[in-house]
């Protein structure tokens, strides 16, 4: 096994995907500060290459495989971003690509990894094992397994998106991340920890889904079935074993928000910031809110990890 990743390793995956991933944009809004009685910073990994942060640490995973394993390709699983950060990294960097993805992932998803020649192959997620499926294939067709979370370089690769934050904005009191498996999480407590040592970090997953909390908590990972949360991409069972050591090291505390508060927060960043935010993206500004009379007139920072919604479906959630 690998050993756990550092700080040293988001600083090398930073300098591998330079010339790939975007440096997002960090916003602010006046009237968001005011309502939250806070200075907040926005770090926009909506404006990723393909829509979320996953491309960072896909193409950082890719980017290290020897010859022989971009000969014979790269297999994954995915509820979607990570299935597109894949297939995207994996075309530029010209390695054959499987994803095996859930029956009702979002259309958009499903299209966008097929558009970037990724080849797509089903599953059930409420009856089926995406991981036996995976290691399943990888076996059989001397594939290289990169999962979604639980991996040193892929938690590297994540890591950068905070980097680039406290590079722009210095320290922060706070700092707000969404949390499925844990990769982003981890990636950012790296950061976090040799960039702004005394920043409270905060995870935050779906209230269904809490098993994140609990495994804090308890001191061991917590298996979960399925969550059913409009949250697809922390629709996860557990943490990874890698994200873990580092999380319960690293990580002040870890929250939760509600499908409303979710939507509410999408609502918020559509109608003021002008900027279209998944439900799981959402997950940050939903614990701000609900935290704000202890966050008065400190330096919060927000990471919006993605924007990948199908636009009838959005236009739902706000409606309904
Ligand atoms: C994958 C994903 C997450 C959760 O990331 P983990 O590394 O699994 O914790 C959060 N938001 C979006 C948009 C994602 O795609």
């Known amino acids: 096994m690998s050993q756990s990743p550092t700080y040293d390793d988001v600083r090398s995956a930073a300098a591998r995907i330079a010339s790939q991933a975007h440096r997002t944009p960090v916003l602010r809004s006046r009237l968001i500060n005011e309502r939250v009685g806070a200075d907040v910073v926005f770090k926009c990994e909506n404006f990723q290459r393909v829509g979320a942060f996953k491309f960072r640490g896909a193409f950082n995973a890719?980017?290290?495989f020897t010859p022989g394993q971009r000969r014979s390709g790269v297999i994954t699983y995915s509820s979607g971003n990570h299935a597109q950060a894949i297939a995207l990294a994996a075309r530029l960097l010209d390695i054959p690509a499987t994803i095996i993805m859930p029956h009702d992932a979002p259309a958009a998803k499903v299209t966008a990894t097929e558009g970037y020649g990724g080849q797509v192959v089903r599953y059930d997620r409420y009856t089926?094992?995406?991981?036996?499926?995976?290691?399943a294939l990888a076996a059989d067709r001397g594939l290289t397994l990169i999962p979604p979370y639980d991996h040193p370089h892929v938690i590297a690769g994540q890591g950068?998106?905070?980097?680039?934050?406290?590079?722009?904005?210095g320290e922060l009191d706070a700092l707000f991340v969404p949390l499925g498996g844990g990769g982003l999480l981890s990636g950012t407590a790296l950061s976090t920890r040799a960039l702004s040592p005394d920043c409270a970090l905060y995870g935050v997953e779906p209230e269904?889904?809490?098993d994140g909390r609990r495994s804090l908590r308890q001191g061991t990972i917590v298996h979960i079935d399925t969550p059913k949360t409009i949250a697809d991409g922390a629709q996860t069972q557990h943490l990874g074993t890698y994200p873990f050591d580092i999380i319960r090291r690293d990580v002040n505390d870890i929250l939760t928000a509600t499908d409303a508060e979710l939507v509410e927060s999408m609502r918020i960043f559509g109608s003021i910031m002008k900027t279209v935010v998944e439900p799981t993206g959402c997950l940050g500004f939903a614990a701000v809110r609900n935290l704000?009379?202890?966050l008065r007139g400190q330096r919060v920072g927000v990471i919006i990890s993605g924007g990948n919604v199908d636009l009838d479906r959005?236009?739902?959630l706000l409606t309904s």
């Open 62 to 64: 890719l980017s290290r």
């Open 128 to 135: 089926e094992d995406r991981e036996e499926i995976g290691r």
């Open 160 to 169: 950068t998106a905070a980097e680039e934050l406290f590079d722009e904005v």
């Open 208 to 210: 269904a889904g809490d």
């Open 292 to 294: 704000a009379p202890q």
């Open 314 to 316: 959005y236009a739902a």
